[in-house]
């Protein structure tokens, strides 16, 4: 099969919002000196935003359902996915010459403007599929595992480089469940387009680096690496999916839901988390490469996605002051909806948020309480498609904002009526992002020695590990 029409199938079988299909093409278009407007899927578009955002509740709902049944690929054909074929997809994205660095493994929105800093491209460990499920309740999670585990098993022993997970959450992820199965697709090895890839385009000497998160969640093998994970990370604690309470009966009762609890597989086992976690089997197949080829291997360890986004922000800070720039402007992104590009033209310290959720405004919170102030503080926020257990409204974000900046402390590319069914919110972050002043040339990139000496004038590491 030729290259262009291995690309075109993957592209097909991935899904658009995967946080990392996002950090991909996010990183792929930066280091083509391009932007990421609108998840890098179509057109950034604040007069089509409008217009959805404008739209009745129950239709804006409709339209997340809808978008959930274009995204989903029939089961018969997921079942002969090749995990190459996504592989090729991933290596795509980056057509330059050689590189500096390689950030590899779990996705995080922080490690995107840290490999951007490296002008560096981003290999995920995992990437979604959607499969499509029509006939399943949302607040069955029995019912959903039976009906998706024989594709999961599938696809499992069509690719023995992959582990598959089937993750169901009908709290932040209903109106996409309604007509799709998630199935995120964990790599074991580098497998063979990766190790093409990396020994010819990687720089003689240039280093790996390789994101470990340790976030693990109650899992059921349904199958040999084929697994049913009910939950995720969101505004939910993982307790109360297993054992759902009075908050969890209300949401049910607000959604319409025959269901006031939930009542999920017994769990067989603590697994790396679907989405963000990192499975350590990818390690032996990373030091082989690196010994064998002469690559150096730094290690990030994060107990949680999110861990991250401090250092982050403080090594732009630090990198801005270096260039004799301010750092004085505070840029919070949320989910997928970030932009490399736009924070380094905008001099902006970008501080990742993994959702929209209280966990993600906490850390926002701690951080801008622990840190120097900043001068400016702009928030966008991403929208899943209706008021899942723990969103945080507008006006806290707004008012977090505005209390810790010294200046302007504003929510920005939301629609805050429509929020978090603001279906347009895609189309508007990076025209919101663009609309600010001033803008800056983009610097040459960091190296691995710059982030040396910033990791030595740091007081704190924020829980990360960087060995």
Known sequence: MSGMRQHARAARLLTDFDSSVN???ALGRFLRGRDH??????????????ALAALPHTARRD?????GFLQAVPLDRVSRLDGDELAHWATRQYRGERYPAVVLGAASGAAVHLAAALRAPFLPQTLLVGARDTATDPDDPVGAMRAVAPTARRIAQRNPELAVYHMHDPAQDRPMLQNLAYLRLKRLRLGRIHERFLEQRLAPGAPIILLDCTRTWRTRE??????????????????????????????????GS??????????????????????PALESDVAWFAERFGHPVHRITVAEPQDLSPVVA???RWWYRRRGLPGDRLLAESYVQFDPMWALRLGAVPFWLRFNMEPAYEALRDYLHATERFRDIHVNLFSQGLWSPGVVPVDRWRALAAEQAAGAGEVLGVDEDAYPLDAGSSLRYTPAFRSLPPRHSLPPPLSIEDIDEFRAQTSTMHAVDWS
Do not use: T
């Open 314 to 316: 403080d090594l732009y």
């Open 23 to 25: 950090m991909v093409r």
């Open 258 to 279: 025959p269901w006031r609890h939930w009542d999920p597989p017994e769990p067989d086992a603590r697994r790396p988390e679907a989405e963000w976690g990192f499975d």
């Open 63 to 67: 339209l997340f359902e809808a978008m």
């Open 222 to 255: 349904v199958g040999e690496r084929a697994y049913f994970q009910f939950g995720c990370l969101g505004g939910l604690p993982e307790e109360e999916y297993h054992h759902s309470g009075e908050r969890v009966a209300e949401y049910l009762r607000q959604q």
């Open 37 to 50: 407007r609108a998840m890098s899927a179509g057109p950034a578009s604040p007069l089509l935003a409008g």
